[in-house]
């Protein structure tokens, strides 16, 4: 595709590394497992954003730093006081939201639904 | 009104309904372009049938005629555009010129505090909210009880969804269409039909890039169920067209029909809308190149 992948979308993909390790991750193993031809400086540069928005933790390993995910909302709060967003449902009405309203009976049907996907 | 006006509305209405089938045909991406070139195609039509209404009313009054000097031949005799229905017409222009309006102030200011986004952003609120913010450089918000509530599969999928809108440009589909139902709200329907199609396509590419139908659905159904539990929506217009119909799509994916009826519909339909539209702006355009060479 022409089209440039967006910040979002290769911070999701570091993320997702950080996820699915077992302990904290350096820049290079996260480039290894992203299978990907990002330049290990754009990886590091994703790490450090993710790291300022609170959303990684970040230790001292050698020289180099290493990587783990932040694990709940505590953690997030205490690392980095975040803009004051007013994010409401009703203020976001033109935006794409992941999930609309439900009536009584699509939540009844999606707990059906639930029960399949997870057995 | 004469049947050259009523036949071409007639054609764009019928054209706009049976967009609504195209759902259940063809995939989500074909879906939400073929309906969003319909919407504006009606929209537009509509919009010059009211200029037209208005236009051909207004060169009844002697007054207006003696002085820009309408052409009469073009609608000879009593084609019945009464001064009436020429001030009904212009009245709907106006209003709809005010919705249109709110509309795009409405979208604006609803985007301004997300101005900064960049990337992923987790917002500290229990309120069960996931969005893509469109823009330059745009990203996408998490409220922080959803991001930490999903497993770490799960909040992948919603990364995924979210980041699919972006790259695909949803948000110029659904505004579009949007802003189409806003000035013409008999188009609301096909509007929600786009709005569900852009939903089903990043579904399709998120469940594609993390491998897993399943997990997406989960993902959906959990999320879905959050909200509800928060606060539950009285009744959709569409019901079944909402989350429960994304991951009933997601465990089974229905085999695409046959290609051809799939493209036949996509191409009646647009075809449809076009050729009613076109008619519209074509009589507009003769109207005024009669208006002002007369």
């Not at chain 1, 820049?27 to 450090?48: F, G, K, N, Q």
């Not at chain 1, 790291?51 to 390993?61: P, S, V, Y």
């Not at chain 2, 101005?115 to 917002?123: P, S």
């Not at chain 2, 799509?249 to 076009?274: K, Q, Y």
Request: glycine share 8%; hydrophobic share 50%.
């Amino acid at each position: 595709m022409a089209d440039r992948r967006p910040m979002g979308s290769l911070e999701a993909q570091v993320l997702g590394v950080l996820w699915r390790a077992e302990g904290p991750v350096t820049p290079a193993e996260v480039r290894e497992a992203l299978h990907s031809d990002l330049a290990y400086t754009t990886v590091m540069t994703i790490l450090s954003r993710l790291w300022q928005k609170g959303l990684a933790e970040r230790m001292k390993q050698g020289r180099a730093f290493a990587y783990g995910p932040v694990m709940s909302e505590s953690d997030l709060a205490a690392t980095r006081m975040r803009a004051a967003l007013t994010a409401t449902s009703d203020r976001t009405a033109t935006m794409s939201r992941f999930v609309e309203g439900l009536n009584k009976r699509e939540a009844a049907a999606l707990r059906a639904l639930l029960d399949e996907a997870d057995g | 009104m004469n049947l050259l006006l009523v036949a071409p509305l007639l054609l764009t209405f019928g054209g706009a309904v049976a967009g609504l089938f195209l759902t259940r045909l063809v995939s989500p991406a074909t879906c939400a372009r073929v309906l969003t070139a319909a919407v504006v195609a009606a929209a537009g039509g509509m919009a010059a049938a009211l200029v037209l209404v208005g236009m051909a009313a207004s060169s009844e009054l002697s007054a207006v005629s003696d002085a820009v000097g309408w052409c009469r031949a073009l609608y000879p005799g009593d084609h019945g555009a009464a001064p009436w229905a020429g001030v009904v017409a212009v009245g709907i222009l106006i209003v709809a010129a005010v919705r249109g309006v709110r509309y795009l102030r409405r979208v604006r200011s609803e985007h301004a505090p997300y101005k900064t986004i960049d990337g992923i952003e987790v917002v500290i609120t229990s309120e069960p909210i996931a969005f893509a913010v469109p823009g330059r450089p745009g990203g996408v918000v998490m409220g922080s009880e959803l991001f930490f509530g999903l497993d770490a599969d799960e909040r992948f999928a919603v990364l995924a969804h979210e980041n699919a809108h972006l790259r695909h440009h949803h948000h110029r589909y659904v505004h579009t269409v949007e802003l189409c139902a806003a000035v013409f709200p008999f188009l609301v329907p096909l509007a929600r039909q786009v709005r569900f199609a852009t939903e089903r396509w990043a579904d399709e590419s998120a469940a594609t890039e993390i491998g897993s139908r399943r997990t997406l659905a989960r993902a959906i159904a959990r999320v879905a169920l959050m909200s509800h539990a928060r606060e539950p929506s009285p009744a959709l217009a569409f019901s079944g067209r909402g989350s429960s119909a994304r991951v009933q799509a997601l465990l089974h994916p229905v085999a695409p029909r046959r290609f051809e009826l799939a493209m036949a519909v996509s191409f009646g339909t647009l075809a449809a809308t076009l050729a009613g539209s076109s008619v519209q702006v074509h009589h507009l355009a003769l109207f005024l190149v009669h208006a002002c060479l007369s």
